[in-house]
């Protein structure tokens, strides 16, 4: 497919039945455990607690000590022991408590789980799922709310995932444990009650590497994932209160990436604003303004927008500051549309 080709969207099936983000993590992981025996879930205080964020409540009593089970205080060692359960033949679900706490499993996901389909030519893969609440907005300071999927989309071998909607929670969840390779999904925590919305009773996927056009647009392109959409979808209701279209589109899934869905948009409107509440230093979204740049070059009227958050320590109380927000995103659109 070229960057001028466009694909129809998918657009999710309706039933009425609306639920929120963490309830969408809970009911994928709950439909696969009972789907596929394999499948097995362990993590701090996962278990009869049902996790921090509650994210895995009722599952312990439903499906046994054998399958959901609580770890010790150490990210290496659940990390490792996912690596060893996958290679094994298991479809192990690890879930580490805050994304800023992986740091200690660090080198097990980048050198052992990464590694093993490309080191053993394809006699071995690490089909497992590393699940982490991610990002800001909840007052939780630098230990807390930071944003470091860079760390892992930089890392041939995995993939990498952040939904912003229940249904992509659960159809990405799905289909990041049914495939054959190490996936991290970030869970961006301050949606996890916030975004409400509509999931199918039946049983469905969302293709990794497929973005979604969350409205269409023909004066700028504005693209972001996680966290940050609402802001994104803000933004755009204000500048379309002024009379500018904007196309909204929300990556979902970050390794892969859709390339096509942006680079048609962009070739569309000419003009693209990058959104991501990770520190703007090496933040994934250079490399989609560099494709954009690359391959659609001759499309733009302006330079490629970018907001970011700052390149400091994640602040304790400054969440709305640090956070980009619909009003600097709508400052960035209003530079691009004025160049």
Known sequence: MTATQTRPEAAPMTTGRTINLIQAVTE?????????????????DVGARGGVFM?????????????VFDTPLSEASIVGAAVGMAVRGLRPIAEIQFADYMGPGF?????????????????FTAPMVIRTPSGGGVKGGHHHSQ?????????????????STPYDAKGLLKAALRGEDPVIYF???????????????HD???KLGEAAVRR?????????????????EKAADALAAEGVSVEVIDL??????????VLTSVQKTGRAVLVSEAPRISNFMGEVAYVIQEQAFDYLTAPVGQVAGFDTPYPYVQDKVYLPGANRIVAACVQALNY
């Open 28 to 44: 994928a992981i709950a439909e696969e455990m009972e789907r596929d025996s394999r499948v097995v879930l362990f993590g701090e």
């Open 107 to 123: 080198d097990q996901i980048i050198s052992q789980a990464a590694k093993i389909r490309y080191r053993s030519g394809g006699q």
């Open 204 to 206: 469905y996927i969302v």
């Open 187 to 201: 869970e961006p925590k301050r949606l996890y009650r916030a975004a409400k919305g509509e999931v199918p009773d």
């Open 147 to 163: 944003s470091p999927e860079s760390y892992y989309t930089h890392t041939p071998g995995l993939k990498v995932v952040m939904p």
């Open 252 to 261: 979902r899934s970050l390794v892969p990436w859709d390339r096509d869905r």
């Open 216 to 232: 269409e647009g023909s004066d700028l392109s504005l693209i972001g994932y996680g966290g940050v959409m609402p802001d994104l």
């Open 55 to 67: 994210a895995t409540a009722g599952l312990q009593e439903r499906f046994g000590k054998n399958r």
